[in-house]
Every structure is written in structure tokens, then in C-alpha cells.
């Protein structure tokens, strides 16, 4: 269920097209997600995608999943483009002004371990801008599963219950007890400020970029700072925390948080725009507005060291 259509257009496209859009991608995620769950704990297909055994593997499974969801794309958008985590082309095609960002299965790993914390995310940009998204993941109820959808301007839904993000305190001070993620290098590259080390949380990380930032928009999670990932691991994400009331911020060169609005800044349709959002990594801070603008104002840049080096990836 979304809140009711209106007159509106989004850049020429009316608010009917970008429901038809938000439909389309909840159909490829859910479809894709009933494939993902059907093959979980079987036997699988798996190859690296790296020359490091058991870093950057793939499976049947991820390239299945992306087939069926471009098969939605074109049947439902054709004029549309898919940008996916695997089969990357061979050179560089021009952008289309909508690009479907993809990931198959967000927590490969994990999937292979029989881990259920995965996920399936569809994103439909515009010219950069996430505006319809979706995203499932495998959840302990009778269907098996969560599908979050949104587009812009209309709020994240699963079923007929609207999502909300989890605003910890009026000053925006995470609460101890209450879920949170962060990575574990966290410390070696931010001095922690006091406020932050002593109300940070309870910090868990599962191994899906995908399925942490679910949890920050459906209000389990307070906050998440997430990554360094890859376009594909965020873009559903970004759309379903903002418009469950969240913020989103990325860190930029300088090695601050800023706040994030996707791969607009520059696009053109060409093959150095599909080129730069393919490569593009960032790590991500999302939440309450309160508690992100909380967390970014706790954490000061330590030493050029690993944020520097990882850094680079989001002005590539």
C-alpha cells in the first residue's frame, strides 16, 4: 500500500509512471527474493570473482536473480538500463537516464553459509537520484519474508504499515540497548568522542549492507554506518531510509560526513557516468536525523591511513 497518487511529475515523469515505476521493481525484488529463498540451504554453483579464494564469490543463485529481475525490467520499462553486481559488460555502455542499480544477493557469504541474513535490492534511479526502490530479505513470519518498497515522495512501506526510523532521543544520542551497527575498524581510523564512545549502542554487524540498512528503515536498527560498499549495495537503501524519515550522509574526500543524495552531481549519458557509478564505494551513515547528525559530529578523522585509501573510492 502507498499513500495516494496525486498530479505531480518528478522531472516530466508523472506520479502514475512513478508508481508503475515503484511497482515494477517491487515485482523484480519480490520475484527474484521467492527464487533467492527457494535455493537457500541447497546446493550451489560457486566461483570467485577475485584471485583470493572465498573473497568475492559468486553463485548460480546471484546471476539467476539478476537475469529474472532485467527479464522484469524489460518486460515492464524497456527503455530502462540495468546496472547489476554481476555479468559486468565488457566496456562501458552510455547511461540511460534510468538505470535499475542491482544487487542480486546482498550477502553472498552469507547465503552460502546458510546465513539468513541477505538480501535482494532493486533501485530504480533517475539520472543518478535513487526514486523507486526495493528491497527483501528472509524474516521469520508465514511468508517467509519482508518486501520494503518506496518511491520518492511517498514514504517506505511493507504491506499497509508505514515504515518509520528510530529516533532515539530528542538530542539525537543513540540509546544503549537499542540495535546499531558499525564496523569494527571503526576506532583504528575515528577518535571516538566521549558523547559517542559512551552511547553508541548496541552494536551488531551481519555481513549485508543491503540488510542493515533495511533495519535502519524499518526502525529496528538506530543507526548503521555502512560499507565501504559499492553503489549497488546502497541505492535501494538510500531511498527507503529517507523516506522512512531517516538521513543519509556519506563520507566525502575530505573525510567528513556529508550529506548523500546518490550519483546526480555530473550525470551525463555517457559511458564515463555508467563507468564512475559501477566503480563508485562509499561508507554510509544513516539513522534518525538527530542521531546521524549526532554520530557525524562524534567522529574526527584520525590519520589519512585506511579511511584515506578507501576514501579515494568515492571520488572515483
Not at 126 to 152: C, F, Q, S
Not at 179 to 201: C, M, N, S, V, Y
Not at 213 to 225: D, E, H, P, R, S
Amino acid at each position: 500500500m502507498t499513500e495516494s497518487s496525486s498530479n505531480n511529475t518528478y522531472n516530466g515523469t508523472s506520479d502514475s509512471q512513478l508508481e508503475h515505476i515503484e511497482t515494477s521493481v517491487t515485482r523484480a525484488a519480490r520475484k527474484a527474493g521467492e527464487f533467492v529463498s527457494s535455493r537457500f540451504g541447497g546446493i550451489l554453483k560457486i566461483s570467485n570473482k577475485g584471485d583470493k579464494p572465498g573473497k568475492d564469490i559468486v553463485t548460480d543463485v546471484d546471476k539467476a536473480s539478476q537475469r529474472m529481475i532485467a527479464e522484469v525490467m524489460a518486460e515492464s520499462c524497456p527503455d530502462h538500463m540495468l546496472l547489476g553486481e554481476e555479468d559486468p559488460p565488457d566496456e562501458d555502455p552510455a547511461a540511460a537516464d534510468w538505470l535499475w542499480v542491482v544487487d542480486p544477493i546482498d550477502g553472498t557469504t552469507n547465503f552460502v553459509n546458510s546465513s539468513p541474513i541477505h538480501a535482494v535490492s532493486v533501485a530504480a534511479l533517475y539520472r543518478g537520484e535513487p526514486v523507486a526502490a526495493a528491497i527483501w530479505i528472509p524474516w521469520p513470519n508465514t511468508d517467509g519474508y519482508l518486501l520494503m518498497h518506496a518511491r520518492k515522495g511517498h514514504g517506505s512501506w511493507i504491506g499497509d504499515t508505514k515504515m518509520h526510523v528510530h529516533n532515539s532521543s530528542a538530542s539525537g544520542e543513540p540509546v544503549n540497548g537499542v540495535l546499531a551497527a558499525r564496523p569494527g575498524w571503526l576506532r583504528r581510523t575515528f577518535d571516538i568522542q566521549k558523547p559517542f564512545q559512551e552511547h553508541a549502542g548496541e552494536i551488531r554487524v551481519g555481513g549485508s549492507a543491503c540488510y542493515e540498512q533495511f533495519l535502519v528503515a524499518n526502525g529496528t536498527m538506530q543507526y548503521a554506518i555502512t560499507g565501504f560498499a559499492k553503489t549497488w549495495d546502497f541505492a535501494a537503501a538510500i531511498l527507503l531510509v529517507k523516506e522512512s524519515g531517516g538521513k543519509v550522509m556519506a563520507l566525502d574526500s575530505t573525510r567528513k560526513f556529508t550529506e548523500f543524495h546518490g550519483w546526480r552531481d555530473n550525470y551525463s549519458n555517457d559511458s564515463v557516468t555508467y563507468g564512475r557509478i559501477r566503480k563508485w564505494g562509499g561508507l554510509l551513515l544513516t539513522g534518525a536525523p538527530a542521531t546521524v547528525d549526532f554520530v557525524s559530529e562524534n567522529l574526527r578523522p584520525k590519520r589519512k591511513g585506511l579511511a584515506g585509501k578507501l576514501t579515494s573510492l568515492v571520488s572515483s
